[in-house]
């Protein structure tokens, strides 16, 4: 084979493994997204990225710059793809508020928040590949303990992890998080991955069969160890429920899916999803209805649930909402939890922020917690102040986007001595650090108050009851989400659902009583132990795989 004969074949080579491998990977990472029914594909999902990537790294005559912009351009194209199924509730927001037409939305997602996605894959898998020169036993288990100890410190606007989306319903294995933390199940996702990977390998000749039957034996003794832990866990928990504890206590939720139309708050007509007019008459009518429906004879306390955007008012600097408010939670000997926004006038103007409050059965205000994660492009303008000329410009041409400042406490109502609640708001639970602050300051309950009605007929809610099932079972606490237009649903501390849940779109409530009992979570109280210890096991490796496989010579 000649020079030029040579490098077409290299060509064509890379051009069929760039389109191929990217877009396969692309496709089922896209379909690994909650609310599809396709989360399984996960399992497999990151093989043909990881197959394509190493395939490219073995062709000699390509530089190693060009190498690079092959993976990150591999790696950008599935986070392209991905985005672009996943999350096109991204798409329809895009096209509603930021009035594009469909195709510049989905490029927008696509190449924007595909580009988050592309990055953090050529993170994951890209960089180790380039920085390793000889592929043999010791890389692989290296490449996967440096995703392990990664993913957990990774920045990222909203905080996905390929475990998590992969096992969100597997109840057993999930189970397991409340150890290694949903990031740490990429463990087994990805790890399948690298094993298929070695089984290719073994194909070539490069990898000895008994060291791959080593290496499968070992992965299938990882999942006998989560399937095994996950069923005692269920077990345990269910158990420990039944026993009474002194520090426990019984409440009376009752969560209120008014559907309130956003008519009144936003201007393009294609987000009015509902002809229920926002007001507080209406959500005062609403709650009389479900609180009419309890027993007479209910002895435990009783919480009101009104989910984020449905109170019309800005509740601390208007006084006859205030007093209607307080009037109805003495009058029904109620407690109320809602959201509203509030601002404070500084120096440089003034500060606005997402604020839930509690209104005690007595009338009193309790406890009012700002919000700390902000919704980019939403509730804020990332890097901002970096980029004054496009920020400047954003806020000129996306009509219904706010600006807001950030809370920095993860702040715990005490509604009674043995009663601790905390109200974190809407994409508060996509970071891991807010719900698991709370709950070590004591919170027996976490309920998270949503609007996602601005997201259309699309699978945010899906998204936002996956990740809240992740939550819930990291921190071995009960979880309420409580949306505007749904999906509202209690989940217990195993992330199983504990009462129907309300569909798209539907008026309606739901009310439980609940046993507010914390269960002992290792990955909650000690995750920061977890996160060093992958670190660690990355780091044992790169030491023998240095001396012994001799990978970066």
Known sequence: MNKTTKKQ??????????????????????LNAPGLGTHWLGLIS??????????????????YLKRGLLFFGICWLSGGIAASIGGYWI??????????????????????????????????????????????????????????AIDPWYPRLIHWNYGGLTFSEFPLIEQFADIIGSSGLILYSAGLAFLLIGWTRFKSGMISYKLMLQASTLYLVLWIIGLSYGAWRIYNMELNNLVTNTRSSNLTVLVIQPNFSLQDLASSPEIVHSERHHNLENLLADSTKVLAKLPKNTSTDKLLVWPESVFPY????????????SS???????????????????QTGKQFFGVSVLVGKNGKVLGRYKKIFLIPFGEMIPFSDWFPGIASWLRKNIANMSEFDQGTEYTVFSMAENTQISAPICFD??????????????????????NLAWFGHTTASDNMVAVLRWRAIENRVPVIFASNNGKSVFIASNGKNISQQLGLFEEGSITSVLKLQRQFSFYREYAEWVWAGFILLFFLLLIQAHRRGRIFQ
Not at 114 to 143: A, C, M, T
Not at 314 to 325: D, G
Not at 429 to 450: C, D, E, H, T, Y
Request: aromatic fraction near 14%.
């Open 9 to 30: 074949h290299i060509r064509q080579n890379i051009h069929i493994f760039f389109w191929t491998g990217s877009s396969i990977s692309g496709i089922m990472l896209g």
């Open 46 to 63: 990151l093989f043909p990225l990881i197959y394509t990537l190493e395939k490219l790294h073995a062709e000699e005559d390509i530089s």
């Open 91 to 148: 798409t329809n927001s895009v096209h509603v508020f930021g009035h594009l037409n469909w195709p510049a939305a989905l490029m927008i997602t696509g190449f924007g928040y595909g580009l988050e996605v592309g990055f953090q894959l050529f993170v994951y898998f890209g960089i180790p590949l380039l920085l390793i020169s000889k592929l043999n036993n010791w890389d692989l288990p290296l490449r996967l303990t440096f995703v392990l």
């Open 314 to 325: 800005a509740y601390f600097k208007s006084e006859k909402s205030r007093q209607k408010v």
């Open 328 to 346: 109805f939670a003495l009058e029904h000997q109620t407690n109320i939890l809602f959201t509203t926004v509030d601002w404070e006038i500084t």
């Open 429 to 450: 639970i996509f970071n891991p650090a807010v719900l698991r602050g709370m709950v070590l300051k004591g919170s027996q309950l976490v309920l998270n108050l949503s």
